[in-house]
């Protein structure tokens, strides 16, 4: 394939720009990939495995004379990050970013970003509970949605072009305002992370169930609270701190479904509860219609990367 842009910086070198830079480089879609991340493990790591063709020090060396520039840091650090590079970016260059929260990106990258520079805030919708520069694998994004949260008088080309890449790369494509970006992922994304955490929680300070039965006896409901929770926690801390006041929202509308609920068990209300989960089972009857999961009992879970990848 016909690369797209000839130099991608990724800034930042774990599970999201270490799959996209082996998915850009599978498809062509680059001519060069650099890298930059503040560990100097992850540097050594990421130039040994082939997963950028050189690798820098500081972000601001990494973005000179690229094309596009790919902010894979946690939220919290996306400020500073932005205010490091912004000197060095080329005209006509584009910045985007993966972060799972946009109105806080927004604020902390738009105001760095010079004139005749393009900054297009991105999030793709995949992952896994793995972190580093060793579990990207090029198939992460296959058939998900990785939506863009384009500013007022962004150019369109610049938009298409950066589409174009991520759908080369198996993604599926959609436009949504950094608000509402905000409140769809408090309800699909952030919210369920919390009360996997929480959950987790739970069982920990539970003393009347030892350790040892939590892992023995794990079922499968609380064997996918262990993989939510396992996820990476400083970029959680952030999405929880940056998109508070939509998680708090949810958090509160949660809490009084979940009193709804606890009342029908207090009182032996079956049809209720019947009629609730007759109701929650179709949701994701849909989400495996959709296909953005699948119908097989560990929900291909099990699955290691690299089978992941020989697929591909």
């Known amino acids: 394939m016909t690369p797209i842009y000839d130099r ?13 830079a082996i998915a850009m480089r599978e498809q062509g879609l680059a001519r060069e990939i650099v890298g930059h991340a503040r560990s100097a493990e992850t540097r050594r790591v990421a130039l040994e495995i082939g997963l950028v063709d050189r690798v820098f020090e500081t972000a601001a060396e990494a973005v000179a004379g690229a094309d596009l520039i790919v902010l894979a840091v946690p ?9 490091e590079i ?8 584009t910045v985007t970013d993966v972060g799972s929260v946009k109105q806080a990106v927004v604020s902390a990258v738009a105001p760095h970003i010079p004139e005749g520079v393009h900054f297009i805030p991105g999030h793709p ?14 198939t992460l994004f296959r058939n998900r949605w990785w939506l863009f949260a384009p500013l007022p008088g962004a150019d369109e080309a610049a938009i298409r072009r950066l589409e174009g890449l991520v759908e080369a790369m198996g993604a599926k494509t ?18 369920p992370h919390l009360i996997a955490y929480t959950m987790v929680g739970v069982a920990d300070h539970l003393k009347r169930v ?9 079922a499968a409901g609380f064997r996918d609270f262990t993989r939510i929770a396992a996820s990476d926690p400083t970029m959680w801390r952030d999405v929880f ?25 207090r009182m032996g209300d079956g049809d209720h509860l019947f009629d609730y989960f007759t109701r929650t089972r179709a949701i994701r009857r849909g989400i495996i219609e959709a ?22």
């Open 241 to 265: 701190l940056q998109n508070k006041d939509a998680v708090l929202d949810i958090l509160g509308r949660f809490t009084e479904e979940l009193f709804v609920l606890q009342r029908a068990i």
């Open 125 to 138: 919708l995949a992952g896994t509970e793995h972190s580093g520069p060793r579990s990207g694998f090029a």
């Open 75 to 83: 939220v919290g650090a996306m400020a500073a990050v932005a205010e």
């Open 291 to 312: 296909g953005q999961d699948t119908s097989a009992p560990d929900f291909g879970r099990s699955q290691t990367a690299a089978e992941q990848k020989a697929e591909g």
């Open 86 to 93: 912004a000197p060095h970016l080329k005209p006509g260059a």
């Open 8 to 20: 991608v910086a990724l800034i930042g070198l774990g599970l999201i720009a270490g799959s996209m």
């Open 174 to 191: 959609e436009r949504m305002d950094a608000a509402h970006h905000d409140l769809v992922l408090a309800v699909t994304s952030h919210t």
């Open 210 to 218: 030892t350790e040892s039965e939590v892992v023995q006896y794990s």
